[in-house]
């Protein structure tokens, strides 16, 4: 992340999108650029694609946004790149001061929940920045997402400086500006909408791949064994079916979630599970015989239900009484479904 | 969407309330009405468990279980103690 060797007073790297400098009583701050380049889109799509989705990192501290004034606001971030750039890029022709949390390149609302976005850290990287003697006000804005890490009385406590919180999304803070510091219902209110679980697929299909490799792999092996000896002529077949079913759950349910009827994931995963199986099965696509069917049936259905039941992970609106209620139920269900699905297909090829 | 119905831990001590309504300001999913200087919870499915509201009441009126609501999370948590939440991935929680 840093390779500045210096003794302290440290300057920061210097990055492509720092524009220049500004005095302040404490010492130069860098300024930050609000349009994004080409650079900062490429890189965002890489972590969408989940590479190098763990050191997207910037140098926590605080830089400038425009031509800020001691009067300025102050916007609080965390030090993964895209929140950050998500952050400058909507307050373009905004005069500002951009306090960046060390969260460990983790965005705010993983970060709050983890704590790393919190108080504490709050409290040190106003002191160390010693931005008391910058502006005249005391206030922070804190990315409402970050409130589950930060106690707004404790930051007041300890730093002196009042929190506000500002919207959800970082796009509406021109306008919460313009409405001093007041934000809607609505920009208080996280959705999951159909664009925001589009975006996700791709990190999805990814996170799984490596088991649904392992799983084919597997099946597609014990699908060899059968009365005349073993053969590897199944396993094309193998491959096909449970990435199919790789594709269905990590697609198909984020895609469709709201209208897939039951509320559980597990269940939702189910439903679209054995629609799957129909599917395929009245194209006879499952195999040969009628326990070959039935076995890849139970893997189709598990693996969807599976993945469906991992979903409320990334989705914005579980919680974890419910989740593991859920779990309780769906997985031993699961289990035992992949288990006797794969039974099924041995025996079938026995048979 | 809401998920699942009557599992929610949150509580109010609606005597204690002071009506500040950080609550309400801080919740994600429209939980709390505040009503003549007072917080209620008008939402309780909604709730999401992320400790939001608890953790920012300066009198302590409020008390969630709060944690990973996501099942691979929860999972780590039982394997090897810490509950990571998969949402390190999450596209949508910029
Ligand atoms: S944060 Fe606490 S005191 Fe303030 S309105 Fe909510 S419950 Fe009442
Ligand atoms: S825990 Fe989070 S979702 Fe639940 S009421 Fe509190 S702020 Fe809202």
Redesign the pocket.
């Known amino acids: 992340m840093t390779d500045c060797c210096c003794k302290k007073p440290c300057a920061p790297k210097r990055e492509p999108w720092m524009t220049g400098d500004v005095e302040t009583p404490v010492g130069k701050v860098p300024t930050i650029g609000t349009r994004l380049t080409l650079r900062d889109e490429l890189g965002a799509l890489k972590v969408r694609f989940a590479i190098g989705r763990n050191n997207y990192t910037i140098e926590p501290g605080l830089y400038a946004i425009g031509e800020p004034t001691p009067e300025s606001p102050v916007f609080v971030s965390a030090n993964y790149k895209l929140s950050f750039d998500h952050l400058r890029c909507a307050l373009g022709g905004t005069d500002g001061w951009v306090l960046v949390l060390d969260t460990k390149g983790i965005n705010v609302w993983c970060a709050a929940g983890k704590g790393t976005f919190g108080t504490a850290e709050i409290v040190n990287r106003v002191q160390q920045t010693k931005i008391d003697q910058i502006v005249s006000h005391r206030k922070l804005i804190v990315p409402q997402l970050g409130a589950p890490g930060v106690s707004a009385p404790e930051v007041a406590k300890q730093s002196g400086f009042g929190v506000l919180y500002g919207p959800v999304r970082a796009e509406d803070l021109p306008k919460f500006l313009a409405a001093e510091f007041k934000a809607t219902p609505e920009m208080r209110r996280v959705r999951f909408t159909l664009r925001d679980r589009i975006a996700v697929i791709p990190v999805e299909l990814v996170i799984w791949f490596k088991q649904a490799l392992g799983l084919a792999i597997a099946l597609a092996l014990l699908s060899g064994i059968s009365r005349n000896g073993y053969s590897l002529a199944n396993a094309p077949h193998a491959f096909v079916l449970v990435f199919t079913a790789w594709l269905t759950g990590g697609a198909v349910v984020p895609l469709l979630l709201p209208w897939i009827p039951a509320r559980a994931f597990s269940l939702k995963g189910l439903w679209v599970g054995l629609m799957l199986w129909i599917v395929l099965g009245s194209a006879n696509l499952l195999g040969a015989s009628p326990l070959t069917e039935l076995g890849w049936g139970l893997i189709l259905v598990s693996v969807v239900s599976f993945m469906a039941l991992n979903f409320t992970g990334t989705s914005t609106y579980t919680s974890m009484s419910g989740v593991k209620k859920e779990m309780k139920i769906a997985i031993p269900i699961q289990l035992i479904a992949a288990i006797s699905g794969t039974v099924l297909i041995i025996i079938g090829g026995l048979r | 969407m809401k998920h699942l119905k009557n599992v929610v831990t949150?509580k109010l001590d609606e005597e204690k309330c002071i009506g500040c309504g950080l609550?309400s300001t801080?919740?994600?999913?429209e939980?709390f009405s505040i009503v003549d200087k007072k917080a209620y919870i008008i939402d309780l499915d909604a709730?999401?468990?992320?400790?939001?509201?608890?953790g920012n009441c300066p009198i302590g009126a409020l008390s969630?279980d709060?944690g990973v609501g996501c099942a691979s999370g929860i999972i780590n948590g039982l394997l090897n103690g810490s509950g990571e939440c998969c949402c390190d991935k999450g596209g949508t929680c910029a």
């Not at chain 2, 709730?47 to 509201?53: H, I, L, R, S, V």
């Open positions: 949150l609550c801080v919740c994600p999913h939980v709730c999401m468990e992320c400790g939001a509201c608890a969630v709060s």
